[in-house]
């Protein structure tokens, strides 16, 4: 099993700035892709953002030029930093990675989800 811990959401500003962060945890053999969702009230979970093991990148058009996704590997940490918010950045933002554990194969894992609110 997989367990996805993240922090950093909260109120900011619109033009400010934060910094989420996914942490996983449990008995995996090695973490591939990790990657952030979000969901706003009445719309679809839309991807933000990913990144393979090898480093590579994916961002929605929305939001490039202003977030940035790293990875620290040794910490099977992901972290998410959002700048220049804008007010439709409001939404719960959702961890995911894939990882391979030896009962159940490369599997999608979710984290609980944080609230990012960029006030106008």
């Known amino acids: 099993q997989v367990q996805l811990v993240e922090s950093g959401g909260g109120l900011v500003q619109a033009g400010g700035s934060l910094r989420l962060s996914c942490a996983a945890s449990?008995?995996?053999?090695?973490?591939?892709?990790m990657g952030w969702y979000r969901q706003a009230p009445g719309k679809q979970r839309e991807l933000v953002a990913d990144?393979?093991?090898?480093?590579?990148?994916n961002y929605a058009d929305s939001v490039k030029g202003r977030f940035t996704i790293f990875r620290d590997s040794r910490k099977n940490t992901a972290y998410l930093q959002m700048d220049s918010l804008k007010p439709e950045d409001t939404a719960v933002y959702y961890c995911?990675?894939?990882?391979?554990?030896?009962?159940?194969?490369?599997?999608?894992?979710w984290g609980q989800g944080t609230q990012v609110t960029v006030s106008s």
């Open positions: 995911t990675t894939e990882a391979f554990t030896i009962g159940a194969g490369s599997q999608t894992y």
């Open positions: 990144i393979t093991s090898g480093g590579s990148t």
């Open positions: 449990g008995r995996f053999l090695r973490i591939s892709r």
